[in-house]
């Protein structure tokens, strides 16, 4: 079974900046994609950023340019790095880890961005 935690989230004002991470309980690098979604309220479940094991990286579109995606692949870790924050950022963020058939889930972190 396979854990991925996420950490980092919080209130920040808009136009500011938050990191968020992700712990992955055994190595990234059996993990085809890692990537970041959002949910908020009333809303489905969309996709922020992916990247890939290659390292090859897609953002959607309301966060490019403002966030970034990395991996750590010694530390079993994968940040997303948010900049210029939005009150439409708004939302509980969940880290996802995709390989075959596996398609795993973080418990997720609640980013609130007051304007």
């Known amino acids: 079974q396979v854990q991925l935690v996420e950490s980092g989230g919080g209130l920040v004002q808009a136009g500011g900046s938050l990191r968020l991470s992700c712990a992955a309980s055994r190595s990234i690098l059996s993990f085809e994609t890692m990537a970041w979604y959002r949910q908020a309220p009333g809303k489905q479940r969309e996709l922020v950023a992916f990247i890939k094991r290659s390292t090859w990286t897609k953002y959607g579109d309301s966060v490019k340019g403002r966030f970034t995606i990395s991996r750590d692949n010694a530390k079993n870790m994968v940040y997303l790095e948010m900049n210029s924050l939005r009150p439409e950022d708004t939302a509980v963020y969940y880290c996802?880890?995709?390989?075959?058939?596996?398609?795993?889930w973080g418990q997720g972190t609640q980013v609130t961005v007051s304007s």
């Open positions: 996802n880890a995709v390989t075959g058939p596996g398609d795993y």
